[in-house]
């Protein structure tokens, strides 16, 4: 199948400081990327879906001044944990599709640990 | 609004041992795709199985094995034979995809532990 590529796959950040993490479709297009977040010992929660040039769509209870994502390429979204705090220590995953292709692909995740 | 139930929270069975996970889902679509993930301790997702709605035949892939019922809306998934290996937790997931927006909808997961 497709290949995602997410960097990093760990990252720790002192309480207060940005992170970014990067999300790479690296042998095709993907013309629309996913970002979840997934809690120890529950479920992958969709946070955002954005195109290729256009604003991202936001799920409800989202903070899209916290979370920014930019996908400025068919093959590279970032998500940018702005102020980052305690609470926001999670595992992080993106998923990338391409407009033909049924199934989404995704990343290895980033484990954000912020102290 | 989709949905994914996965009432099994927890399973553990001894190896060689046989065990079914069970997922429903919820949607009024009549075209839609269900997924198994397998999610191991180190966190990435491994795609198992993807199955569209129309398709309703029962898949096997070596120890592996999905039962797809339309009728009751479930996709279970079987291990045959488990080995410690398997041990992780299995997603369960449904998508519309009717344009590339539509998401996919995880259910909360079935943890398996298997023990030698």
């Known amino acids: 199948g497709a290949v995602v590529s997410q960097h990093p796959s760990r990252v720790i950040c002192k309480s207060g400081t940005s992170v970014k993490i990067e999300c790479r479709s690296l042998?095709?297009?993907?013309?629309?990327m996913f970002w979840y977040r997934q809690f120890p010992k529950q479920s992958l929660m969709l946070m955002a879906t954005s195109n290729e040039g256009s604003k991202a769509t936001y799920e409800q209870g989202v903070e899209k001044d916290k979370f920014l994502i930019n996908h400025a390429s068919l093959t590279l979204s970032t998500l940018t944990v702005t102020s980052a705090h305690p609470e926001d220590s999670s595992f992080y995953i993106c998923?990338?599709?391409?407009?033909?292709?049924?199934?989404?692909?995704f990343g290895q995740g980033t484990r954000l640990t912020v102290v | 609004a989709q949905k994914v139930t996965q009432a099994q929270t927890e399973i553990s069975v001894v190896e060689k041992e046989d065990v079914t996970l069970d997922c429903v889902y919820e949607t009024r679509d009549t075209t839609y795709y269900l997924f198994w993930y397998k999610q191991p301790p180190s966190g990435e997702l491994v795609f198992l199985i993807r199955r569209n709605s129309f398709d309703e035949q029962n898949e096997i892939s070596g120890r592996y094995s999905w039962n797809f019922q339309k009728s009751t809306s479930s996709f279970n998934f079987t291990i045959t034979a488990s080995q410690v290996v398997d041990s992780a937790v299995y997603f369960c997931a449904l998508s519309v995809l009717k344009t590339s927006y539509d998401k996919v909808i995880f259910g909360p997961g079935t943890s398996l532990s298997v023990i030698p």
């Open positions: 998923s990338a599709r391409t407009g033909g292709v049924t199934e989404a692909f």
């Open positions: 042998d095709f297009q993907a013309t629309t």
